[in-house]
């Protein structure tokens, strides 16, 4: 069975603290993307990557980054939470065949900034 | 500026009837759509896909319909089951950039 794990299902954090979010999947797959949902506005891309150590901004990188050392493993940082990120965070993982697309997606982490 | 739209936040279909999910896009360049559901506390799962060269596809009691020329698309679940409850995102991909843009997600509530 495809896995794709966030580190925590949910994290309260200050404003102006930095927040690691971490995301492993078992797959194999090139691909690993990080996204943010919220109400009335969907599924927004935040950053993804191709391949070890590569990175590309998505729609609404601001003030985050991202950290792709191993192959299995994605991670997200706010380097100084603020409070409107507080958001359900979503990773997701898929093999380099981009034209279909078939995301596997984690559970999620729920931030709240406080 | 949203790419991909979702106008109705929700819908509320009794078991056994058909539900329509509807879908529209801005971008005409997209060429590959894509169907996801969400439950509580779940990540999103792929649920049926189209490319735009067909008009159609079928999977069991999911049929996902593209009209290019009004860039509309729509998921039919018939019967629709309770278990159907949950939200529904469409997707599309710009065939430039490969990058996957999701729509703002409809609440499906399949009642008895």
């Known amino acids: 069975d495809v896995k794709v794990t966030q580190s925590s299902r949910y994290l309260v954090k200050r404003t102006g603290e930095k927040v690691f979010l971490e995301c492993v999947q078992d797959m194999d797959h090139e691909n690993m993307f990080w996204y943010r949902q919220d109400p009335g506005l969907g599924l927004r891309l935040i950053y993804f990557s191709y391949d070890v150590k590569m990175k590309e901004k998505g729609d609404i990188p601001e003030g985050y980054s991202v950290s792709r050392e191993k192959k299995e493993r994605f991670s997200l940082i706010l380097e100084s939470a603020s409070t409107n990120q507080t958001s359900m965070y979503l990773c997701a993982s898929s093999y380099r065949d981009t034209r279909s697309q078939k995301l596997f997606f984690g559970s999620g982490t729920q931030l709240s900034v406080l | 500026d949203q790419q991909v739209k979702q106008n109705s936040p929700s819908l509320s279909v009794q078991e056994g009837r058909i539900s329509i999910l509807n879908c529209d896009y801005t971008?005409?360049?997209?060429?590959?759509f894509l169907w996801y559901k969400k439950y509580p506390a779940e990540g999103p799962t792929f649920l049926i896909s189209?490319?735009?060269?067909?008009d159609k596809n079928e999977d069991g009691r999911f049929t996902v319909f593209l009209n290019k020329s009004a860039k509309h698309l729509s998921l039919h679940i018939v019967p629709s089951q309770p278990g159907d409850s949950a939200v529904y995102f469409c997707?599309?991909?710009?065939?430039?950039?490969?990058?996957?843009?999701f729509g703002t997600g409809t609440r499906l509530q399949v009642f008895p």
């Open positions: 971008n005409s360049m997209f060429d590959y």
């Open positions: 997707a599309a991909i710009h065939p430039n950039t490969d990058k996957l843009i």
């Open positions: 189209i490319s735009s060269i067909k």
